[in-house]
């Protein structure tokens, strides 16, 4: 599956794909000696950097034209082939330095909101009166680099000139602007805006390149699986979905916030009545 999306840097487009939809998730609860302090869901994705040129030909990817020119082949076959430059290390390094960092784009963004009527994570917190502290739950991003089981292979090439990304497929550009933020998006299993929404037009597999589906729709703010680099709660939808997973309940119950510092709800300890807890707060 691909879908197309636009270059802030160029301007052009460039296809990505969807299909990497893996990754992994642990949910950690907090030991209760701290009262304030929330869980956490945390999301690793494993990746590994393969850096392609004239030295590491890989297949399909750099093609030479038998003068000893080489190039990179996008895999949309409507795309050119551009001309490329070996790397080094230097360059190397810098690449990877700037994809692991672009995990902070995603990391520590969303909190989601423990339901009124779930205690699995209720500790009793004895300082003072006595509380029963219900946290919630803190939404943290790993980039794991050379992780098992590795879940993103990816190809890096430097291309003179604009080269159409995709998934798999990086220009060494890719981690100087939103491009990165925006293909861990599709990572974390996130369509374009519009689909984001339910809008049942851009969650349709043949309408998912509309450009329609980019743009924001009026009072939403230019977001980062659109046309900017926003975040709203809807972006959590990794997180949200695997809450539900991890405690077994709906997910409806799961209210996501974009303050990620609201503390674990406290109930003072004589609010029980006979030592039975209230049913929902
Ligand atoms: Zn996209």
């Known amino acids: 599956m691909q879908i197309q999306s636009r270059s802030k840097r160029t301007g052009a487009r460039f296809y990505d794909s969807l299909s990497a939809r893996e990754f992994e998730s642990k949910l950690e609860i907090p030991s209760g000696k701290d009262p ?5 869901l ?3 994705l494993n990746y590994s950097l393969n850096f392609a040129d004239s030295k590491n030909r890989v297949p399909g990817l750099v093609v030479t034209d ?3 020119n080489f190039f990179a082949k996008p895999s949309n076959p409507t795309a050119k082939a551009m001309p490329i430059k070996d790397w080094d290390f230097k360059s190397q390094t810098e690449f990877a330095r700037k994809f692991a960092k672009a995990e902070s784009f995603w990391n520590h963004k969303f909190l989601l909101i423990t339901p009124q009527d779930y205690d699995a994570f209720d500790f009793t917190s004895f300082g003072g009166p006595g509380w029963i502290c219900r946290p919630n739950v ?6 794991g680099s050379g992780g098992s089981p590795n879940h993103l292979k990816l190809n890096v090439v430097r291309a003179e000139g604009f080269f159409r990304s995709d998934q798999f497929t990086y220009d060494d550009g890719d981690v100087n602007d939103k491009t990165v933020w925006h ?7 996130q369509l374009h805006i519009r689909a984001l929404l339910g809008d049942p037009f851009c969650t349709t597999p043949a309408n998912i390149n509309h450009n329609i589906c980019y743009t924001e729709p009026k ?8 046309t900017g680099t926003g975040l709203i709660p809807q972006n959590a939808k990794a997180w949200h979905e695997l809450i539900a997973q991890h405690t077994e309940t709906s997910q409806s119950k799961w209210r996501v916030s974009m303050n990620t510092k609201v503390p674990p709800r406290k109930l003072q300890m004589g609010f029980q009545v006979r ?4 049913k929902n707060w």
């Open 36 to 40: 304030t302090q929330n869980a956490w």
């Open 42 to 44: 945390t999301i690793t």
């Open 66 to 68: 038998g003068s000893g």
């Open 138 to 143: 803190i939404c943290l991003f790993r980039l």
């Open 183 to 189: 293909e861990l998006g599709h990572s974390l299993d």
């Open 219 to 226: 009072g939403v703010k230019p977001n980062i699986q659109g």
């Open 275 to 278: 030592g039975v807890m209230p």
